[in-house]
């Protein structure tokens, strides 16, 4: 049973950037905002994160490092921290997933899963 002490829960909204894709050279953009809220009683730091993107031919690439657009964010209980970010792909649709490494308060390390989420151009999928 999870720890309620240690709750981080992730929201993303993503958006296709147009002005920074090049179809013809199979370059898709994409733009990501990215909530991460502390929904447990310790205020926590964001250590480092780890994604899995898959684009649509199934070609998986991870990235790993240190916080979140040059930030490791501290998060109390109760509050959130929201940032954007961006991938590029050779195909119009993929997803994402992954974990943030978080740090609590008192010491405790714990990983906030980020659920898969599609990453699409408008019309793409039918």
Do not use: C
Request: charged share 20%.
């Amino acid at each position: 049973m999870p720890d309620s002490r240690y709750q981080i829960d992730v929201s993303v909204v993503t958006r296709f950037l147009a002005e920074q894709s090049q179809p013809d050279q199979h370059r898709y953009a994409f733009a990501y905002t990215v909530t991460v809220r502390n929904n447990g009683e310790v205020p926590a730091t964001l250590l480092s994160r780890h994604w899995v993107i898959t684009d649509g031919d199934g070609h998986v690439e991870e990235v790993r490092g240190a916080g979140v657009v040059g930030q490791q964010p501290r998060i109390e209980a109760g509050a959130s921290h929201t940032y954007s970010s961006g991938t590029v792909m050779t195909t119009k649709v993929g997803n994402m997933q992954g974990s943030y490494q978080m740090q609590a308060e008192d010491g405790k390390h714990f990983d906030a899963v980020i659920a898969p989420f599609r990453l699409a151009v408008p019309g793409a999928l039918h």
